[in-house]
Each structure stands twice: as C-alpha cells, then as structure tokens.
C-alpha cells in the first residue's frame, strides 16, 4: 500500500556483497598473433575499460553510396513557430527552412574473428558483419 503521506519515505534493506568478475574471450590463432590490449581508467565516471585490437580475417561484401535530403528549420525560433504557432500565424510570419544534403558512403565486411586456420581453411568460425561508414553535409539553403 503507497504511503498516505507526501512526505513519507519507505526504506528497503538488502544485502551487498562484493564479488570476484572476470571475463574470457577466446580468439583464434590468426587474430591472436596479432591482439593487443589496453586497459585504461576513466575517472569522470569511475570506470575501467579495456581495448582488444587485433587483425581479424575479412571478406570485402561491397561498397555503396547514398543520398538524403533533410529539411529542418532554420533555428530553434523557427522550430518554435513551425511546433506551436496557430494557423493564421504561420500564414503570417512563414517558418523558414534549410536544406542539408548528406552523402553517405557505406563499406560492408564479412570478418572472421573466430578463424583459426592452423586445423582447417575451410573453418573460418562464424561471420561478424561489419559495416564502415563516412558521411558528409553539404548546405543547400
């Protein structure tokens, strides 16, 4: 039952225990060679972090490029008219828009982190998609 009064606080006691984590990630003998780690410690939010870099086999899918058009108002006071102004209003002082273009260049992988060749070429290990991407904008006001 909630507490009747504003004011009134409920607690919840539970236990807290501290306890050992770890954590293990198997590679294959390819991408072993070559893996480096690095640990590092971000004090603003009292975290600790670790890198895995490593050469992985890959398999190039493709390579594309695409176009978008997005059209939004030109500051947030047209933002601010376009969102709640009245009709008659809007008619009267028009929002103003600006155009931006962003070209979208898209390059797919296929990458086999799990491989190990020292047994079986044929045994690459499951596929990881990867997917890189570079964008630009262009201003068509």
Do not use: C
Not at 58 to 65: I, L, Q
Not at 114 to 120: F, I, V
């Amino acid at each position: 039952m909630p507490p009747t009064d504003p004011f009134e606080t409920t607690t919840h006691e539970f236990d807290q225990r501290k306890v050992t984590m770890s954590r293990t990630l198997s590679l294959g003998a390819f991408t072993s060679g070559s893996a480096e780690m690095a640990l590092e410690q971000d004090k603003a939010y009292n975290e600790l972090r670790y890198r895995l870099t490593a050469h992985v086999l890959a398999k190039h899918v493709g390579k594309g490029e695409s176009t978008y058009r997005v059209v939004t108002p030109e500051t947030w006071w047209q933002h601010f008219k376009a969102t709640h102004f009245p009709q008659w209003a809007a008619r009267r002082w028009p929002v103003k828009y600006r155009t931006h273009v962003i070209e979208l260049e898209v390059d797919r992988w296929l990458t086999f982190p799990e491989a190990d060749l020292r047994y079986d070429p044929e045994l690459a290990g499951r596929p990881v998609k990867v997917v890189d991407f570079a964008w630009r904008e262009r201003d068509d006001s």
